[in-house]
């Protein structure tokens, strides 16, 4: 997998969790909102439990008179005490929700519910509980005032006992309040006890702001995504675009952003593409050219000896003889263009066979012998190598001759073109050397001598400049490869190597 993809990959995933984190978020909220105020308006602190199982004691030992009058000499923790019939033992106001939660709580199992059901002296069962609005007012101060007035659960009852006998417990009164202590004045209106006090924030998160903020932030990161993505691209269509209307420049050379980048690469590619087309298109104009120069000088040639031979009738032998010869050029040029049109369209890569190279090279070194003799040159073959090239024979027979007859036409007169063989075997592969003393090729050109109808400024020699194009051209198509390269002391030397078969 490429770049492109864990960028893909991981901006979907950045959003997705984005989204998911906001819309789980939302519903956590709400959900924590829903249980927090779902049984919120009793308290079931320590504190309160005590004041409670007091209140219990009381009633359950000293009777409803003895609870009541402890409850009006109480400043905090007033345990709410409620009979069957919802009315209050001191008349207070109970909010229906807190009296339904405390009937939930005393359906639950457990020691600490916060709620306790008594069965009174007068036959009727009453609930006691704590408002949690007494918990803001008295739970988080100081408890010692809630344990001077309790005391404890049994000291209360045998209070309670005592007020109910018209005994003095303490010193024939009331019990009194503690020291510095107020009488209980009745709840302010607005105090949240016995009713339903506010949890958590006054202005609670609305619960589609987190979905809006997921929204907002997957939005982001799409168009964070679309752009890194869309302007790369949009460069491109207008790049293609412009090649379809034939402007072949390179147009992402210079272009920013880290290099490593999938859509940079392509950027570049398609520059060395349109590279490569403005190649082939210039060397077809080129060639077009080029065969048109060729052409045209035989043709003039054939026109001036058919014209001559209209003229002087007595000249009419050595008239077809010049057109004849240069009917032969002509369909030799002819056959290696379409040499050179079947090698660049990939002709060679059927019916191969297996060529023997010694035989091979022993017949283009005879023939080559033969030629040079008639121009007072001679060719030396050198080196042996007893090994064969998965190939077409034929093709290159031809390629290998077209090297060494192109240093028989520029070695000088008594030349020797030597034909060097030898095997490497740590690459496996076959090395033809073709030296001559020619007059050599300038440095600048040593590559250019490849391209078809190349010929060099110094060249004295006759031909059409096809013979080494065609040469690299088949040496390729054989998995090989071909250089030129200037001798010391003058001449050429072309080095060609092809893999044997294994």
Request: aromatic residues 4%.
């Amino acid at each position: 997998m490429g770049r492109l993809f864990w960028k893909f990959f991981l901006s979907i995933l950045l959003a997705q969790l984005a989204a998911t984190v906001g819309i789980g978020g939302a519903i956590w909220l709400k959900n924590r909102n829903q249980q927090s105020n779902a049984l919120v308006n009793l308290d079931t602190s320590p504190p309160a439990e005590m004041a409670i199982n007091a209140a219990a004691a009381t009633l359950e030992y000293g009777g409803v008179k003895a609870l009541k009058r402890m409850l009006e000499n109480m400043e905090h923790h007033r345990v709410y005490v409620v009979a069957e019939d919802e009315q209050e033992l001191l008349g207070r106001t109970i909010n229906a929700k807190t009296l339904q939660e405390s009937r939930i709580r005393l359906q639950e199992k457990g020691k600490h519910r916060g709620v306790r059901q008594v069965l009174a002296d007068d036959g009727k069962r009453y609930l006691l509980f704590l408002p949690s609005g007494w918990h803001l007012r008295g739970m988080d101060g100081d408890n010692r005032p809630l344990l001077s007035n309790l005391g404890g659960g049994a000291q209360m009852a045998m209070k309670a006992a005592s007020v109910l006998d018209g005994g003095n417990p303490n010193a024939g009164g009331p019990m009194p309040p503690p020291d510095g202590a107020a009488a209980a004045a009745p709840p302010r209106p607005d105090s949240d006890i016995g009713g339903e006090r506010p949890w958590g924030p006054r202005f609670p998160l609305a619960p589609w702001a987190p979905i809006a903020a997921a929204v907002v932030a997957s939005l982001l990161f799409a168009v964070l995504l679309a752009w890194y993505f869309s302007r790369p691209i949009r460069a491109l269509r207008e790049a293609f675009n412009a090649a379809a209307h034939g402007d072949l420049a390179p147009r992402f050379e210079g272009a920013g952003g880290k290099r490593g980048t999938e859509l940079n690469d392509l950027g570049r590619d398609f520059d060395i593409m349109t590279a490569r087309l403005r190649s082939l298109i210039d060397g077809q104009t080129r060639l077009l050219h080029d065969v048109s120069h060729e052409l045209r000088s035989p043709l003039a040639r054939l026109q001036a000896a058919i014209g001559l031979a209209h003229q002087q009738p007595e000249k009419w032998s050595a008239s077809m003889e010049r057109i004849e010869r240069e009917s032969v050029r002509m369909d030799k040029l002819v056959g290696e263009l379409l040499t050179l049109a079947r090698l660049e369209a990939g002709a060679i890569k059927a019916a191969q066979e297996e060529i023997s190279m010694t035989d091979l090279l022993c017949q283009i070194a005879d023939d080559a012998s033969y030629e040079a003799a008639s121009q007072q040159r001679s060719v030396v073959r050198e080196g042996d190598a007893d090994v064969q090239v998965t190939g077409q024979p034929e093709l290159l027979g031809r390629a290998i001759e077209n090297v060494v007859r192109n240093a028989i036409k520029h070695s000088p007169e008594g030349g020797v073109v030597q034909l060097q063989v030898s095997m490497q075997p740590d690459a496996r592969q076959l090395l033809i050397r073709v030296l001559d003393r020619g007059p050599g090729v300038s440095p600048a050109d040593l590559d250019t001598i490849f391209q078809p109808f190349y010929r060099a400024s110094n060249a004295s020699a006759e031909g059409h400049g096809l013979g080494l194009a065609i040469a690299q051209h088949v040496i390729e198509a054989h998995g090989g490869s071909i250089k030129a390269s200037n001798r010391a002391g003058g001449g050429l030397c072309v080095e060609m190597r092809l893999p044997v078969k294994q």
